[in-house]
């Protein structure tokens, strides 16, 4: 059974750091690609950050410079280090896992930025 778990998610306030946690199993999963994505009230989820399997990184153009993905294949963990968090940052954060025509999500943790 496959299981993408984040954790990590909580209310801080604007310019606050937080680091999400995703907790991967059921999956070969040094072979995945994995990402993070969000989805705040009334919009549709869109992409935050991925990492391949060869730990290159993309980031959406709204989170450059103060968002750090990255991986851990010794515990199966992926992790969104997020810094200067904006209220715009609210969402559900999610974490997905894809390789070929695989593709799994995790059930969000949500993420709320404000004073």
């Known amino acids: 059974q496959v299981q993408l778990v984040e954790s990590g998610g909580t209310l801080v306030q ?67 280090q997020m810094n200067s968090l904006e209220p715009e940052d609210t969402a559900v954060y999610y974490c997905n896992g894809f390789f070929a025509s695989r593709d799994y999500w995790g059930q969000g943790t949500q993420v709320t930025v404000s004073s």
Request: charged content about 20%; hydrophobic content about 35%; aromatic content about 10%.
């Open 14 to 80: 604007p310019g606050g750091s937080l680091r999400l946690s995703c907790a991967a199993s059921g999956i070969p999963f040094s072979i995945y690609n994995m990402g993070w994505y969000r989805q705040a009230p009334g919009k549709q989820r869109e992409l935050v950050a991925t990492i391949t399997r060869g730990s290159t990184t993309n980031y959406a153009d709204s989170v450059k410079g103060r968002f750090t993905i990255s991986r851990d294949d010794a515990k199966n963990m992926v992790y969104l």
